[in-house]
């Protein structure tokens, strides 16, 4: 998985793909840990194995640096960065 962040009009996207949707989930599911410890939600779309994420401060209705940090700790987690 070496795909980057895109940057579509005021948001930050990029999808996962994973062996399966057990494997799907369980990324799911610690992206929704650390977001919930940041405080940042992201939009999660899932179609079976793959994940697609969208970054973007709500209120700012913009990309802003939390979106890369929440972005950085996402590539962490699954060791792309």
């Known amino acids: 998985m070496q795909n980057k962040w895109a940057q579509n009009p005021g948001k930050l996207v990029k999808t996962f793909q994973f062996n399966d949707f057990e494997e799907a989930l369980k990324f799911i599911n610690s992206v929704g840990q650390i977001a919930e410890s940041m405080n940042h939600h992201p939009k999660i779309i899932n179609l079976y194995n793959a994940v697609?994420?969208?970054l973007w401060t709500h209120d700012e209705n913009a990309?802003?640096?939390?979106?890369f940090q929440l972005?950085?700790?996402i590539d962490r987690l699954i060791g792309t960065n």
Do not use: G, W
């Open 52 to 54: 697609t994420l969208e």
């Open 71 to 73: 972005a950085d700790e």
């Open 63 to 67: 990309i802003t640096d939390l979106d």
